[in-house]
């Protein structure tokens, strides 16, 4: 069964933004070989509960709790792909200016990612991720990699994103994307992903 996007979380959500793009040709204009790539990002500006603080050695109310969030970053997810799967997957972080980034990363450990690995159909390669600090409209590449092997060479990718409303300086931006396929004309061999 799937839950509602507004599945509740322990933590203090200001906003949730969904950016899509969809990718039809390559730079040189080459049509794509099949599918076009459907990227989705999923973010959430949450309230940083180690902001304007001194620093903290016990980030675990983070990490322990996140598993609600990851659950709503699945569900959300889910409904944008609207039917399609997705094949790779990554994370990322955007901790406003009054956090450190390590504030970031606790958001997104295994706890939050395994509740969102279930939703969206499993994966059995780690979740690559990235982050750092900054303010509204900082840009922020997000990694992607195949979501059951990592060294599937034609799903290795990003998607880049910037939001005019986040994260004000107590918040992290935290940040899920998807895509339903690699690069279009991947070249570069390697493992298949029709091989895993």
Not at 80 to 90: E, T
Not at 144 to 160: F, G, I, N, Q
Request: aromatic share 6%; hydrophobic share 40%.
């Amino acid at each position: 069964m799937i839950n509602k996007p507004s599945t509740p979380t322990p933590f203090s959500i200001r906003r949730w933004t969904t950016y899509e793009e969809e990718i039809l040709a390559t730079e040189s204009h080459h049509p794509a070989d099949g599918h076009p790539i459907r990227k989705i990002v999923i973010g959430a500006c949450v309230r940083n509960p180690f902001a304007n603080g001194a620093h903290t050695a016990d980030l675990s109310p983070v990490v322990d709790q996140s598993a609600a969030l990851g659950e709503a970053f699945g569900n959300r997810i889910l409904r944008a792909l609207d039917g399609d799967i997705h094949s790779s997957v990554g994370k990322a972080c955007l901790v406003g200016l009054n956090g450190e980034y390590e504030h970031g990363n606790a958001f997104l450990t295994a706890a939050f990612a395994n509740p969102l690995r279930d939703i969206l159909g499993g994966g059995k390669a780690w979740i690559p991720s990235t982050g750092k600090r900054g303010g509204p409209m900082t840009p922020i590449d997000i990694p992607l990699a195949h979501k059951h092997e990592l060294y599937v060479r034609s799903h290795y990718d990003t998607v880049t994103v910037a939001f005019s409303d986040g994260p004000n300086p107590d918040e992290v931006l935290v940040l899920v994307a998807v895509a339903t396929r690699g690069r279009l004309h991947a070249r570069l061999g390697g493992l298949s992903a029709g091989a895993i």
